[in-house]
């Protein structure tokens, strides 16, 4: 089956202590991307990346780090959480040809929430 | 910087039309896009436009662009209870459609 999963579903910390939020897709997709939903804002992208290696920012990066070291994942490191990092994160992959996103195949992964006190 | 506004509420009744607006700010956009996202789900593609087109239409749903004016609008056919969710309208920056900017989210209440 066609997905994208995210490991923890949920998770609650502590400020400064460091965090990783897993995201893998079984699809071979190139493009993988991470949001972040909040009330009033809807999604905000945080990081991208077309393919291995290549990674890029998106509106909101500050706070965040990623690394695409293999084409099925995409992990979120959070250095040093702060409650204002406390939200709803997504994951999405779809195929990319070249330097083009093929829409019609994107999916998101569940969502994990995060709770930084 | 790029915004993409749309309304937060919208009430129908079941078998009525439901439409939803949208307007966007960066008029480079490569795609507009429709989502829905169901409680406690994540989002799911439900249609997306190329810029260069006015019209979509993928069976109960009509997508319709005004670039002049930069509005998207969705337009659900036959409303069902299914349909209830929040819609989100997005669009597509830069080379290659990778950078995404989301509106806040439409909520579909469908009355029976």
């Known amino acids: 089956e066609a997905q994208v999963t995210q490991n923890p579903r949920y998770l609650i910390t502590v400020t400064g202590k460091k965090l990783t939020v897993t995201c893998s897709q079984n699809?071979?997709?190139?493009?993988m991307s991470w949001y972040r939903q909040d009330p009033g804002l809807g999604l905000r992208q945080i990081y991208y990346?077309?393919?291995?290696?290549?990674?890029d920012k998106g509106d909101v990066p500050e706070g965040y780090k990623v690394s695409r070291k293999e084409k099925r994942n995409f992990p979120l490191i959070l250095e040093s959480p702060s409650p204002n990092q406390t939200s709803l994160y997504f994951c999405?992959?779809?195929?990319?040809?070249?330097?083009?996103?093929?829409?019609?195949?994107?999916?998101f992964g569940p969502g994990t929430r995060l709770l930084v006190l | 910087g790029e915004d993409v506004e749309q309304s937060l509420f919208l009430s129908v009744r079941e078998g009525d039309s439901s439409v939803i607006n949208c307007t966007y700010t960066?008029?480079?956009?490569?795609?507009l896009y429709w989502y829905k996202q169901e409680p406690g789900a994540g989002l799911q593609l439900l249609t997306y436009?190329?810029?260069?087109?006015d019209m979509k239409q993928d069976q109960r749903l009509t997508v319709l662009l005004n670039k002049k004016d930069k509005h998207l609008s969705l337009r659900i056919a036959d409303t069902q209870t299914g349909d209830s969710a929040i819609y989100f309208c997005?669009?597509?920056?830069?080379?290659?459609?990778?950078?995404?900017?989301f509106g806040a989210g439409t909520r579909l209440f469908v009355k029976a």
């Open positions: 699809m071979n997709h190139e493009y």
């Open positions: 990346s077309m393919n291995v290696e290549v990674t």
């Open positions: 436009i190329f810029s260069n087109m």
């Open positions: 999405a992959s779809s195929f990319a040809s070249g330097r083009v996103m093929i829409q019609e195949t994107q999916y």
């Open positions: 960066d008029s480079s956009s490569t795609y």
């Open positions: 997005a669009e597509s920056t830069g080379t290659g459609g990778f950078k995404t900017i």
